[in-house]
């Protein structure tokens, strides 16, 4: 371990020499494009007549995707912006999964002779917020009603709720990843979030997980986060490196309670301020990168043989609702309250709230609720943002090309953060905390957009 971390001393600083501190370059609030069009540019104009239109018009033999939601944890963390509830009453999570069943049949019979489905992603909340059994039971119900052949699975464990039942699971379902919400291991900033999780917990759950087979494991890491110090972020980084994880994504604490209003039990007082922040960024792709993980964009992290950091080298990577994505599924199908499918020419959100989710399926009604219809501009728009995200580059002609942008990318290019001959845009090695707000300036949305729709982002790092 001394070995490793004099190596990150090292890269650290010869990326300190690269990854200049440029506040007004990041001043502004920018969205984490994990869509395009973001969901703030989601109205009620769109639902399920689109919903049902995009799904009819599905093509034969079409590789799709599905995410599920599962809107409950058994604690809340303060830090949290996900919508979810509290586990507390048993006839809340059956009424739930009964209206999750509906609407899963009713997906399932417009698309199970054309999809093929290549994923399916469980996320909330906490999927293990539901019990065992009930888990195989909406996996099975799942399988069945697409007529699924061997899809990749993978869902997302809070490791306070994990025992030998779902490692179990686990095993018997050959689940392939699992994402674990670790954030930090520092009982003193656990705490001022919300989230008592021991280190025991963490390692119990890994050796549970890597006996029942699941071969890929991905940590959730924060920085920011109140009374956080860049030690905290070491003591995390030693802990992920050493329980051998293979994925990590290490997000900046987005603190946005005018929003979120759970996080007005974070006092802002107590969160580094932005120049710590930007330390704490270069110290987490200091020491992954020091330790031998390929760096996936700016902010994810994936061993060498991982599939993440495959697609990464080879130029397939994208992004969807789950961030950097090797999954290369054109649509993927939202299911669940709150969930979101995406599809070539629409974004479509499920009704937030669940007790409305149930009542629209009860009515016999597909949920969805508010989306919006991409335009071919939006689809150019769209594949600028994510391939600067995913690549560091992009072609610019579909959206006016090089000239059309040359005085927004002035300050960016003077900084040897950018390269612009032509039409071809490039980013350099030193642009990547600087990506999403590069991104940024090839979203029309974002000119347009009002204040209190500028509000419900956080700033790039």
Not at 12 to 30: C, D, F, G, S
Not at 189 to 214: F, H, K, M, N
Not at 215 to 229: A, I, T
Not at 239 to 260: E, M, N, Q
């Amino acid at each position: 371990m001394t070995c490793i971390k004099e190596a990150a001393a090292c890269a650290r600083h010869i990326k300190r020499m690269m990854w200049t501190y440029r506040p007004e370059l990041l001043a502004r609030p920018v969205p984490r494009y994990t869509s395009y069009p973001t969901a703030a540019e989601f109205t009620p104009s769109v639902g399920t007549p689109e919903l049902e239109a995009a799904l009819d018009a599905i093509e034969l033999d079409s590789d799709v995707s599905l995410y599920v939601h599962i809107p409950y944890c058994q604690e809340i963390c303060w830090y949290c912006a996900c919508n979810t509830g509290k586990a507390n009453k048993a006839h809340r999570l059956h009424a739930y999964l009964e209206a999750l069943e509906q609407e899963i049949y009713r997906i399932a019979e417009r698309v199970k002779d054309k999809a093929r489905i290549r994923r399916i992603a469980f996320g909330g909340g906490s999927p293990n917020a539901i019990a065992a059994g009930d888990f195989v039971r909406l996996l099975q119900t799942l399988i069945v009603a697409f007529n699924a052949v061997d899809p990749v699975i993978s869902l997302e464990l809070d490791p306070r709720g994990f025992d030998d039942r779902w490692a179990t699971v686990m095993a018997v379902l050959d689940i392939e990843r699992v994402s674990l919400g670790v954030q930090t291991f520092a009982p003193h900033v656990q705490a001022a979030i919300g989230r008592i999780q021991p280190y025991e917990d963490i390692s119990r759950t890994v050796d549970y997980l890597r006996a029942a087979g699941v071969r890929s494991v991905n940590f959730d890491l924060m920085y920011g986060l109140p009374h956080q110090s860049q030690a905290d972020l070491d003591d995390a980084i030693d802990k992920s490196i050493a329980l051998g994880a293979d994925r990590i994504a290490l997000f900046g604490y987005a603190h946005v309670p005018s929003i979120v209003p759970r996080q007005r039990r974070i006092d802002a007082a107590d969160l580094p301020d932005q120049p710590t922040r930007f330390d704490m960024a270069a110290q987490g792709y200091d020491r992954f990168t020091a330790a031998g993980y390929y760096a996936v964009g700016f902010d994810h992290f994936a061993k060498p043989d991982d599939a993440l950091a495959i697609a990464a080298r080879n130029g397939t990577l994208r992004r969807n609702f789950q961030g950097f994505t090797e999954d290369q599924a054109d649509i993927l199908i939202g299911l669940g309250a709150t969930a979101i499918s995406s599809f070539p020419g629409a974004l479509i959100q499920n009704e937030k709230n669940a007790g409305v989710y149930r009542t629209r399926l009860s009515e016999g009604q597909l949920p969805a609720a508010l989306g919006i219809l991409r335009s071919d501009a939006d689809r150019a728009h769209g594949r600028v943002i994510e391939t600067l995200l995913c690549q560091g580059q992009a072609d610019l002609a579909p959206v006016g090309g090089g000239a059309a942008y040359r005085a927004d990318l002035l300050s960016f290019i003077a900084a040897g953060l950018a390269e612009l001959e032509g039409d071809a845009l490039r980013l350099t090695s030193a642009a990547l905390p600087y990506a999403r707000t590069i991104a940024a300036l090839f979203d029309p949305y974002r000119s347009l957009a009002p204040t209190g729709a500028r509000g419900r982002f956080s700033n790039a790092v």
